[in-house]
């Protein structure tokens, strides 16, 4: 007589399992990993990081690569969220000390820089971006299995386009502040340019982001922010430092 099956969860029914759920599987697996740094590759964030700046396409490929191996489009490392985090407190302790605004100035800027334009808009963006992209964007074939946009890669899109932005943006006033300060019409011109190129770059990573994944199509809406963008910038050449009311709007 065969011996009966055994009632206890085997690997093969976990595996099962993270089939079942694969966004709670991933979601958990990149919680776990934070709170374990040395399953971290803070090397390979650092490098995505700085070709986001100089060759961004490269890192979609990368990523591409990434859903090949992995079967997941979104990151399953939170070291590029750490690094961004730490270059933001960084980043805002050094206005707050420019400045001299003091630790209460410090976490309002914090408050407002990290968890209001980088947390709770990166969640609206990112959302509606993953709504449009699975809703209006995606081309199915009859002779290719369903795929659908992971919002958790929406998320990742948000934070590689936010880096260029707060680099293109917020590093590069933080350098110039001394000529932006001013109230000339120089200051104005340079500052407007810095976050118009910024905002720009924030839209095609986003593009580029949603380009990378053959099974969308017309990802070039999201291209349609730029002219907007420099619509706008033309605009606030007549007076409008955005520099300035940045600022006054941290601290």
């Known amino acids: 007589m065969s011996e009966p099956l055994s009632l206890l969860p085997t690997h093969n029914a976990a595996?099962?399992?993270?089939?079942?759920?694969?966004r709670i599987h991933r979601t958990a697996l990149w919680w776990r990993r934070l709170f374990h740094w040395r399953q971290l590759d803070f090397e390979i964030a650092s490098w995505q990081m700085?070709?986001?700046?100089?060759?961004?396409?490269?890192v979609y490929r990368s990523i591409y690569y990434h859903k090949q191996t992995k079967n997941q489009w979104a990151r399953d490392d939170p070291a590029f969220v750490i690094l961004q985090v730490i270059g933001i407190v960084v980043l805002t302790i050094a206005y707050s000390v420019v400045g001299g605004?003091?630790?209460?100035?410090?976490?309002?800027?914090?408050?407002?820089?990290?968890?209001?334009?980088?947390?709770?808009?990166?969640?609206?963006?990112?959302t509606v971006t993953w709504f449009v992209a699975n809703r209006f964007l995606r081309h199915q074939?009859?002779?290719?299995?369903?795929?659908?946009?992971?919002?958790?890669?929406?998320?990742?899109?948000?934070?590689n386009a936010f880096f260029a932005f707060f680099a293109l943006g917020y590093v590069l006033q933080f350098l110039f502040?001394?000529?932006?300060?001013?109230?000339?019409?120089?200051?104005?011109?340079?500052?407007?340019t810095i976050f118009a190129l910024a905002g720009s770059a924030y839209a095609f990573i986003t593009y580029l982001g949603f380009q990378a994944m053959p099974f969308l199509q017309h990802q070039t809406m999201f291209l349609f922010a730029i002219p907007l963008i420099a619509a706008a910038y033309l605009v606030s050449l007549f007076g409008f430092n955005i520099s300035?009311?940045?600022?006054d709007y941290y601290f």
């Not at 605004?101 to 990112?126: C, D, E, P, S």
């Not at 074939?141 to 934070?159: G, K, L, N, P, T």
Request: charged fraction near 15%.
């Open 15 to 22: 595996l099962r399992g993270h089939r079942r759920f694969p």
């Open 50 to 58: 700085l070709y986001l700046l100089v060759r961004p396409r490269q």
């Open 101 to 126: 605004v003091g630790t209460r100035g410090f976490f309002k800027a914090l408050m407002q820089l990290l968890l209001i334009n980088y947390i709770v808009l990166g969640v609206i963006i990112a």
């Open 141 to 159: 074939s009859v002779h290719a299995a369903d795929q659908r946009v992971e919002w958790q890669y929406a998320v990742d899109v948000h934070c």
């Open 177 to 192: 502040l001394p000529v932006l300060m001013k109230t000339s019409w120089i200051s104005l011109f340079l500052g407007n």
């Open 244 to 247: 300035h009311h940045l600022l």
